[in-house]
T-cell receptor, first 111, second 117 residues
């Protein structure tokens, strides 16, 4: 079946460091890929998405590229801020509505 | 603007009690989803409504779980005879259309944390 695997957290970085959170997937067909973020005390929010191979999703300085050859959708940011501290979820959808989620990666940014 | 709201935010139930969790989606959103999120895990799909029609309930873990959306707006997730393994955060999400990709994203509520003692 379809699945998403993302790196375990917590990931702890200093402010202005480079961020990578790895995400790989297993799916039949051609899924769409998503990164969601959950800030403390808030609901899940869509951060970015990509709907086909080689697409790059970007938002708020975050980027992720849909790599079909490596079945990956790694999240990157060049310079993180304390306000980026949150839990990040990678997810895929190969149907009209169902999302398959990774376990989430907690990111802690220290000033 | 108004987002997805859920109530109660926290619920403690004794084993065997029935609970009802409410979701108010964004006005005009056609699709509504329920997810269960265990501690340290990603959400797991429970059920999906398009307007008042429950099109998919394949994720409901047992017949103790029941969801409804009678007028195509507010939805209620009911759990009968709660068990300890039902302890989780229950998330509700809505989206504008019936196709995830075409209409973009699902908008999530803050969740209801259910603890069964």
């Amino acid at each position: 079946g379809n699945s998403v695997t993302q790196m375990e957290g917590p990931v702890t970085l200093s402010e202005e460091a480079f961020l990578t959170i790895n995400c790989t997937y297993t799916a039949t067909g051609y899924p769409s890929l998503f990164w969601y973020v959950q800030y403390p005390g808030e609901g899940l929010q869509l951060l970015l998405k990509a709907t086909k191979a080689d697409d790059k999703g970007s938002n708020k300085g975050f980027e992720a590229t849909y790599r079909k050859e490596t079945t990956s959708f790694h999240l990157e940011k060049g310079s993180v801020q304390v306000s980026d501290s949150a839990v990040y979820f990678c997810a895929l959808s190969d149907s009209n509505y169902q999302l398959i989620w990774g376990a989430g990666t907690k990111l802690i940014i220290k000033p | 603007g108004a987002g997805v709201s859920q109530s109660p935010r926290y619920k403690v139930a004794k084993r065997g009690q029935d609970v009802a969790l409410r979701c108010d989606p964004i006005s005009g959103h056609v699709s509504l989803f329920w997810y269960q999120q265990a501690l340290g895990q990603g959400p797991e799909f429970l059920t999906y409504f398009q307007n008042e029609a429950q099109l998919d309930k394949s994720g409901l873990p047992s017949d103790r779980f029941f969801a409804e959306r009678p007028e195509g707006s507010v939805s209620t997730l009911k759990i009968q005879r709660t068990q300890q393994e039902d302890s989780a955060v229950y998330l509700c999400a809505s989206s504008l259309g019936g196709r995830l990709v075409k209409f973009g994203e699902q908008y999530f509520g803050p969740g209801t944390r259910l603890t069964v003692t």
